[in-house]
């Protein structure tokens, strides 16, 4: 299942270009088979192709994996605004287990004030039956996202 792409909304400065060209350069996440699809002000949306390497012992997708690609989301959709964004709390309730195929993540921006933001990430599998629900509140800084 491929999630509906939601409409860009227009951003000063590039800055979308920049986060996109940011994220490119997050390792974990390539090595986690995670691709950023989607991008816009207090939205992102990515996706992880499962392979062997994602399962646990009982075969199911690790719940280390689910979170990654959650985080991922969370952090594209909290840094969209321009400036940098750091995790201060997260939370992750699994709902199904994962197994094959991909898992789509999409994240949502709650709230947002001069130093937090508050985000909700949905994690589906292929099928688009929930995965995970994620909770982010991120600590917003001053500095702006590198070039």
């Known amino acids: 299942m491929n999630p ?11 800055a979308l270009d920049r986060i996109r060209r940011f994220f490119l350069g997050d390792k974990f996440a390539a090595h986690a088979s995670i691709e ?3 991008v816009s002000p207090g939205h992102a949306r990515a996706r992880m192709t499962l392979g062997p390497h994602h399962l646990n012992g009982y ?6 994996a689910i ?7 969370f952090a594209a959709a909290s840094n969209s605004h321009g400036t940098v964004a750091v995790a201060a709390n997260v ?4 709902m199904k287990a994962g197994r094959a195929g991909t898992l789509w993540a999409e ?5 947002r004030n001069f130093k937090l933001g508050s985000y909700t990430v949905d994690v ?16 917003r800084k001053s ?3 590198p070039d």
Not at 59 to 64: D, E, F, L, P
Not at 125 to 139: E, I, N, R, T, W
Request: charged letters at 20%.
């Open 143 to 145: 500095e702006k996202i």
């Open 107 to 111: 994240a949502r921006e709650l709230s």
């Open 36 to 38: 950023l699809l989607a």
């Open 124 to 139: 589906k599998d292929d099928a688009g039956d929930l995965v995970a629900v994620f909770q982010g509140l991120a600590y």
């Open 59 to 64: 075969g199911t997708v690790q719940g280390g």
């Open 4 to 14: 509906p792409a939601s409409s860009p909304t227009a951003h000063p400065d590039g």
């Open 67 to 73: 979170f990654t690609l959650a985080d991922f989301a």
């Open 91 to 94: 939370s992750i309730t699994f």
